[in-house]
């Protein structure tokens, strides 16, 4: 089916180790949006991604890295978990030219 | 810096009832766009409406519609004969070209509709 999909829905890790979540979508959407989202804080932007081997920080990108070799892909690797990265992670694309932002269904992360 | 503020972290309407979510924004970029979003408690999150900061006429989507008031930057979302269903967490959200076309969202609107 056509969408944005992620995976794994749901993770469970330990500190230190390496986490990478995917994010995937078949409308070749050019801007690619990575979240978290946790109580009190809404959704803060980790990083996006404009086009293919674009890529900007956001708000929130320590921790975090990312790359996009292709334009359906947008992989989030945390490179060291630790507890504070235990959140809702939600992928979104935009189409470019155009405004509304479709979300993936999301992440659950859980760092030990 | 870009910011939305939305000060309700609650909300109670009695079904079939209007009820009027606030937000406000602060921008000084001339060209930017408002979303609302509800994300109900599966998790996903569900694109609303969309108003452009240069559109003459306030965005309405079926039962919602945003009430846009550029000169006290506001954009609160109004939905109309509320139902059961529209329980749910309701976030505004902007994006503006001189942030690199970044969203920023407020910390969201907790809805609940009472039969």
């Known amino acids: 089916d056509a969408g944005i999909t992620q995976s794994p829905r749901y993770k469970i890790t330990e500190t230190g180790r390496q986490v990478t979540l995917m994010c995937h979508q078949t409308?070749?959407?050019?801007?690619m949006f990575w979240y978290r989202q946790d109580l009190g804080h809404g959704l803060r932007l980790i990083y996006y991604?404009?086009?293919?081997?674009?890529?900007d920080k956001g708000e929130v990108p320590d921790g975090y890295v990312v790359s996009r070799s292709k334009t359906e892909n947008f992989p989030l690797t945390l490179e060291s978990a630790t507890r504070s990265q235990t959140s809702v992670y939600f992928c979104?694309?935009?189409?470019?030219?155009?405004?509304?932002?479709?979300f993936g269904p999301g992440t659950r992360l859980l760092v030990l | 810096a870009q910011k939305i503020t939305q000060t309700q972290p609650g909300m109670f309407v009695q079904e079939k009832e209007a009820v009027t979510l606030d937000c406000t924004y602060d921008t000084s970029d001339p060209s930017y766009g408002l979303f609302w979003y509800k994300q109900p408690s599966s998790g996903e999150m569900i694109f609303l409406i969309y108003q452009g900061s240069y559109d003459q006429q306030n965005a309405t989507e079926g039962r919602y519609s945003l009430n846009f008031q550029k000169a006290r930057k506001s954009a609160n979302l109004v939905i109309s004969a509320s139902q059961l269903g529209d329980s749910a967490m309701y976030f505004c959200?902007?994006?503006?070209?001189?942030?690199?076309?970044?969203?920023?969202f407020g910390t969201g609107t907790s809805l609940t509709v009472i039969p």
């Open positions: 991604s404009a086009a293919a081997d674009i890529t």
């Open positions: 959200a902007m994006r503006s070209r001189n942030t690199g076309n970044q969203f920023y």
């Open positions: 409308w070749s959407h050019s801007y």
């Open positions: 979104a694309s935009t189409a470019s030219g155009t405004e509304t932002q479709y």
